[in-house]
């Protein structure tokens, strides 16, 4: 870890962390951090060494001009401070790419950093495709595996079981470090997964507030989510496949028992709605 500047004692730190890469559909994760940023006007605290990480042949390096000046901009993860005493408590937000080599060493090393420095609640956030519709509201799922913070939160014990990212790990790892921990996961629509989704972003902001009882302004997400949920109604309208699959999963999520069973039953119209189509006799 590289320190940029000291922290001085945190009062009831929460700290919160995206990655770009493959826990990022829709970049609905780190588009929440960099609002997060921009709003609370964080500032820089300290960097994880990238040389240990990356391979900067799959995270490039890029070039970047300031003040007339040009410079190297590594790929690596920066940990920032928002202090303001509207909040009344202090946030870390943790943004950065997701490493390509030793996960579990970097995991130790942010894990500890947030211990060193009081951190009593660590949260982070995820999105996945899903066959979800983008008409209807981004289902956002928060989890956890400590007792107390699923009661505290009103939560649910995580029931995937699959491949993992370095959130799934890092959330693994704040599970076996005692250090109270949750996820939040937006469900992007995967037909919709080319740009990014800030009617996602916007939900898991939303989220935050609701578990954390925290303001947080959402600047112009609301309307940028509108723009995106038109721009994506015209894309499926163009297509008459898309537009019968979009209304097929209207339909599942909304005679869905939601939360719970909506995952399972848009699975089902989904399996339902490919089963039709191969069997639909061929045009004329």
Known sequence: MIELEDVSELRDPIMIAAFEGWNDAGEAATAA?????????????AAIDPEDYYDFQV?????????????????????????????????????????????RSFTIELIEYARQIGVTT???????????????????TATSEHEDVIHRFDLETSKYEG???IVGVLADAAGQADLPSFSCW?????????TPSPKATLALITKLEELLNLTIPHGDLPE????????????????????????????????????EASGEAIAREFERYLRL????????
């Open 224 to 259: 940028l989510a509108r723009v995106w949920e038109d721009t994506v109604d015209e894309l499926a309208e163009s297509d008459d496949e898309v537009a019968e699959y979009v209304h097929s999963l209207e339909k599942a999520q909304d005679t869905a028992d939601l939360p």
């Open 59 to 103: 995270n490039r390096p890029r070039v970047v001009v300031e003040d007339g000046k040009r410079r190297i901009s590594w790929p690596t993860t920066r940990i920032l401070l928002a202090s303001s005493t509207s909040l009344g408590r202090d946030i870390i937000l943790v943004q950065g790419v997701e490493p390509s080599t030793r996960w």
């Open 33 to 45: 951090i960099e609002h997060l940023i921009e709003v609370w006007d964080a500032e820089p605290v």
């Open 277 to 284: 189509r191969t069997e639909e006799p061929p045009a004329g």
């Open 122 to 140: 660590f949260v982070t956030l995820g999105a996945l495709l899903a066959d979800v519709a983008h008409t209807r509201p981004i289902f956002i």
């Open 163 to 165: 491949a993992t990212g």
């Open 186 to 194: 937006a469900a992007v629509p995967h037909y919709a997964s080319g």
